[in-house]
Nanobody, 115 residues
Framework: QVQLVESGGGLVQAGGSLRLSCVASGTIFSRYAMGWYRRAPGKQREMVASITSGGITRYADFVKGRFTISRDNARNTVNLQMNSLKPEDTAVYYC?????????WGQGTQVTVSS
């Protein structure tokens, strides 16, 4: 089982930036597809961005051009650079690791964007 710990959330004004990080332990990180998801109050969890073990990225339409996902296999880390933040980006952001039958989640980090 892989353990995931997110960091980097906080309060930011609209138009600002935040960088989320997720550190994985207990596994061979490079084999995992990694993703960031979010859950806003009263809404279902939704995919924000993902990156495969080979570095192929995918983004939800609502973050394209604003968010960038990256991974550093040497540091067992996946990052989410979030620019031009909007109040509707307010949510708890979760890190996900997936490989074969393994699907692990972090505890989440709160991102709040004020208008």
């Amino acid at each position: 089982q892989v353990q995931l710990v997110e960091s980097g959330g906080g309060l930011v004004q609209a138009g600002g930036s935040l960088r989320l990080s997720c550190v994985a332990s207990g596994t061979i990180f490079s084999r995992y597809a990694m993703g960031w998801y979010r859950r806003a109050p009263g809404k279902q969890r939704e995919m924000v961005a993902s990156i495969t073990s080979g570095g192929i990225t995918r983004y939800a339409d609502f973050v394209k051009g604003r968010f960038t996902i990256s991974r550093d296999n040497a540091r067992n880390t996946v990052n989410l650079q979030m620019n031009s933040l909007k109040p509707e980006d307010t949510a708890v952001y979760y890190c996900n690791a997936a490989w074969t039958f393994v699907n692990s989640w972090g505890q989440g980090t709160q991102v709040t964007v004020s208008s």
